[in-house]
């Protein structure tokens, strides 16, 4: 599908018209112009990167008004279907995994108590990804797993990029279970309990003692082990090597809320 012929006025975006003559004259809900969007990205199996109609045309094509087409747009930025790009429109996007960590997160913020549920399922999640990935992984997701694992290691000293470090070196681990829907869940539960294991010290600009730059070799004897699992495809030294992780994780996020 060549990408520049599907940019604005091309044929695909006429279906929008044809829909939304469908209403009788009633001004179409942003909602409604959202869903006519997220339909056509579907059934058009437009790639990333195609440019969506500029608000006007869009504005024209569903005969609404240019504010409930921004406001039509920002809910598929939310759903992770379009991305928006200052100065130069809109771009189909296919990625609403982006929204399940805005859901976890907001679900962990009205419910804070709730964050040992959390922990134990991403314990959960992380136990079945990795007895997966011991299965399935390649030589490449191994020596990937190797990257960020180094990765870690150099991040010790700096709490945002160990956030980061460690949402990379799990999730690229679980990713190897060649689960898409596992992996995307797994990130973003792991990533929403990080994040608020390390608010404190992020807001802070500080570094919990088990963070600093020298308790490397800590941090690598509690990853390394995960990694050397699948590496090796031993399914026992996987459960126990993510079960260890785990309860250095509660033990941190037990600190954390101290
Ligand atoms: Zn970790």
Aim: charged fraction near 20%; glycine fraction near 6%; avoid cysteine.
């Amino acid at each position: 599908m060549a990408r520049s012929k599907q940019t604005d006025g091309a044929e695909v975006w006429q279906v929008l018209r044809a829909s939304a003559g469908q209403r009788n004259g009633e001004p179409a809900a942003a909602e409604e112009i959202a869903g006519l969007i997220e339909q056509l990205i579907v059934s058009a199996g437009l790639p990333e990167g195609v440019r969506l109609p500029s608000e006007r045309d869009l504005a024209q094509l569903t005969s609404a008004s240019r504010p409930t087409v921004s406001q039509a747009i920002r809910i598929l930025v939310v759903k992770g279907l379009v991305e928006s790009r200052r100065g130069s429109g809109a771009y189909v996007r296919r990625k609403p995994e982006s929204s399940l960590a805005a859901t976890v997160s907001l679900m962990l913020s009205l419910n804070q108590e709730s964050v040992a549920h959390l922990n134990d399922l991403r314990l959960w999640l992380e136990r079945d990804g990795i007895a997966q990935a011991i299965k399935q992984s390649t030589r490449a997701e191994v020596d990937a797993g190797e990257a960020a694992l180094r990765k870690l290691a150099g991040s010790a000293g700096n709490t945002s990029a160990w956030i980061s470090a460690d949402t990379l070196f799990h999730a690229s681990l679980v990713r190897a279970s060649h689960n898409p829907y596992l992996a995307s869940i797994y990130e973003s539960v792991h990533e929403t309990v990080i994040n608020y294991e390390y608010r404190n010290w992020v807001d802070s600009g500080t570094v919990p003692h088990w963070l600093r730059p020298g308790e490397a070799a800590g941090l690598i004897a509690l990853h390394e082990p995960i990694l050397a699992a699948v590496r090796d495809r031993d399914d026992e030294a996987g459960r126990i090597a993510v079960l260890r992780h785990h309860h250095a994780m509660s033990e941190h996020l037990a600190a954390s809320q101290a």
